[in-house]
């Protein structure tokens, strides 16, 4: 497993934008971003195969999140634009070493998570 941390959430209004970034002590061949809104499930945001570069999108912030990363630093960045109230929750950071689906929730390593709250 690897440790994970995650920086960059906070409280932006309706249209506005802030970027994620997660840091993480190793290699991963997979990195998602999860996010879990009180009372709703945890649900797959943005993920990226760290290898081919490949991207997977929920379709709820398709055109407005972008999911970017820097292999040197093993660093994972979450691009938000256009935030909704809607996309106010404890946004998560996950890694995986092996195969599996991008946006699936079997990650076997879990950051912290950073909050992110959009007012209207």
């Known amino acids: 497993q690897v440790q994970l941390v995650e920086s960059g959430g906070g409280s932006v209004q309706a249209g506005g934008s802030l970027r994620l970034s997660c840091a993480a002590s190793?290699?991963?061949?997979?990195m998602g971003w999860f996010r879990q809104a009180p009372g709703k499930e945890r649900e797959g945001v943005a993920c990226?195969?760290?290898?081919?570069?490949?991207?997977g999108y929920a379709d709820f912030v398709k055109g407005r999140f972008t999911i970017s990363q820097n292999n040197a630093k093993n660093t994972v960045y979450l691009q938000m634009n256009s935030l909704k109230p809607e996309d106010t929750a404890m946004y998560y950071c996950?890694?995986?070493?092996?195969?599996?689906?991008?946006?699936?929730?079997?990650?076997?390593?879990w950051g912290q998570g950073t909050q992110v709250t959009v007012s209207s």
């Open positions: 996950a890694a995986d070493k092996t195969v599996g689906r991008c946006l699936g929730p079997e990650y076997k390593s």
């Open positions: 190793g290699y991963s061949y997979r």
């Open positions: 990226v195969y760290t290898g081919s570069g490949f991207t």
